[in-house]
């Protein structure tokens, strides 16, 4: 079996106007990487899909649903929800990512392929219930983790957020939920805001929310020692039967939107990390799902090194 790619064109029809840093020229830039090294010609390939609004209501309400398609099709330049810049197409496009990641997580659950990784616009893990922000407008993680436990009896799901920003909405959607696993780590303070470590989770998930918040010019030691000291133990008494990651590449030394210093190889130990616990609770399943990154030669550069370790580590 092979890493199995969620890439397509359609990606690029989400437009977010000059100068902003979450635009089309991100998936030219990862995608132009992921070629030079030969890991578009090996890999499987995963077709993206129009989620339908049912499916999106597993983790988003009908009104927030409904508001974004009305705002969108009355030629709205961003949501009014937040800071979310949208165009006529986004949200047909937001659809397509949300469907083609749970694509990918049928591919994966079905054995089709070992691992996958999907290139979706827009982002979406600052996205939460009832709220897109962030430059998000559905979150495709949290509706791939439901998912997951609803088409395929998945019962405990890992979401581990390597991204610069705190992944606000997956938090608020699965924060009394402890079938949810998701722990972040994150540049504090920084937007948005949350993410303290005292943030737990309440409820049925009291426990099962780990954030870990440092400050500006953390790096290696104190991200993957995180991962290491803090996600690996919890995992061995949570025991998840899928691992979803929240790839964020802002988290990468010389991104313009964070102040983190990971290099190329740090993503090639994180990545390693979360699937050797992969291996040995969930037998290997790995989604690995696109967020932030804002430098066009670090996302293509730390996207080739995940995708590359996904496929040979």
Sequence with gaps: ??????????????????????????????????ER???VRDAKRIAPRRANEEEIAICHTRDYIALVKREIGRGAHELSTGDTSVSPRSYD??????????????????????????AVRPPGHHANAVRGMGFCIFNNVAIAARYAQKKHGISRVLIADWDVHHGNGTQDI??????????????SP???GTGKQDETGEGDGNGTTANCPLPAGSGRAAILGAFR?????????????????????????G????????TDEDFADLTR???DIADEHAAGKVVSVLEGGYSLDGLSAGVATHVNTLTHA
């Design 1 to 34: 079996m092979a890493t199995a790619l969620l890439l397509d064109n359609i990606y690029k029809q989400h437009l977010t106007g000059p100068g902003h840093p979450e635009r089309p020229e991100r998936y030219d830039a990862l995608r132009a990487g992921l």
């Design 37 to 39: 090294d030969g890991l």
């Design 93 to 118: 496009v937001a659809l397509e990512a949300a469907g083609g990641v749970m694509n990918a997580v049928d591919s994966v659950i079905a054995g089709g392929a070992t691992n996958a990784f999907c």
């Design 174 to 187: 699965f924060y009394n939920d402890g079938s949810v696993y998701f722990f972040s780590t994150h540049q």
């Design 190 to 192: 920084w937007y948005p």
């Design 229 to 253: 000291e803090l996600l690996k133990p919890e995992m061995d008494k949570f025991q998840p039967e899928l691992v979803l990651i929240s790839a964020g590449f802002d988290s990468r030394l």
């Design 255 to 262: 991104d313009p939107l964070g102040q983190f210093r990971l």
């Design 273 to 275: 990390m979360l699937m």
